[in-house]
């Protein structure tokens, strides 16, 4: 063989193991491939479950330039080494708020939504960042299903404004709230009546010693709508069914 076609072969080999070598490298990188992982199945499954099903797992636990690479290949490689061995291994990299942003780059100056007063810049100035709220919107805790944001998420800082609920207002824009998905609620006509938060919204005294708040249910409008259950054709005036 002439040393052209030597040379020639050399390069086509050199080529192909480069190719071979970025597809494995690129296929490691699939969220398809995190899921394959022993410890990593839990959060594969909740992350497919959740609104970012559509976002590969590399774009939130990679960092950006080379050294964001570099890490992942050595925390990739002390994952494997470590199931390999039967223990079970957790990713090393922190998802900061620099991920969320790329694509939320709007997050920060959100001071409301259709029902809440939720300023986001005086959270970051306390020290939170999203994933303090929002976590558990796309692996749950420890990849249990997603969970959205609920009045717990809030509670577990703010647990001092259930004890006065004058203070409810500051969050919730009630007077706003005519209906849910499922449900006709005219907010705004239940305070001319005279009601507050707590007629609805919390555990009575008498069942608990201390103010618990509690998702509305039937037996919340009962007391006062008690005559509604007698005719069936009422039903619809709150249910949207």
């Known amino acids: ?21 970025v597809s494995v490298i690129a296929g ?17 499954e ?15 636990h990679i960092e950006p330039g080379i050294s964001g690479w570099i890490k992942a290949r050595l925390d990739l490689n002390r994952m494997k080494k470590a199931e390999a061995s039967g223990v079970t291994a957790q990713p090393d990299i922190e998802v900061g708020d620099d991920f ?24 970051g100035e306390v020290g939170l ?34 004890t006065d609920l004058e203070t409810c207002t500051k969050c919730h824009k ?5 209906e849910t998905d499922v449900m006709r609620i005219p907010h705004l ?13 919390v555990v009575p005294a008498e069942f608990d010693e201390d103010v618990v708040m509690e998702q509305v249910g039937h037996d919340s409008c009962m007391p006062c709508h008690e005559d509604a259950i007698e005719d069936n ?9």
Request: glycine share 8%; charged share 15%.
């Open 233 to 241: 054709d009422m039903c619809t005036m709150c249910h949207k069914w």
């Open 174 to 178: 009630t007077d706003s709230i005519i």
């Open 1 to 21: 063989m002439s040393t052209r076609k030597k040379q020639a072969l050399i390069l086509v080999i050199a080529l192909a193991a480069v190719w071979i070598g």
């Open 129 to 162: 960042d999203c994933a303090s709220c929002h976590g558990g919107e796309i692996h749950g805790k420890h990849g249990t299903t997603p969970t959205g944001m609920t009045h717990a998420t809030c509670i577990e800082c703010h647990e001092e404004i259930i």
């Open 100 to 123: 969320c942003l790329k694509c939320h780059g709007k997050a920060a100056n959100i001071t409301d939504t259709e029902a809440m007063t939720i300023p986001h810049f005086l959270h």
């Open 46 to 60: 909740s992350w497919s479950q959740s609104n970012h099903a559509s976002v590969e797992c590399s774009e939130c």
């Open 189 to 201: 006509l239940h305070g001319d009546m005279g009601l507050s938060c707590a007629n609805c919204h």
């Open 28 to 44: 490691q990188e699939d969220s398809d491939y995190c899921g394959s992982c022993h410890s990593m199945l839990p959060y594969h």
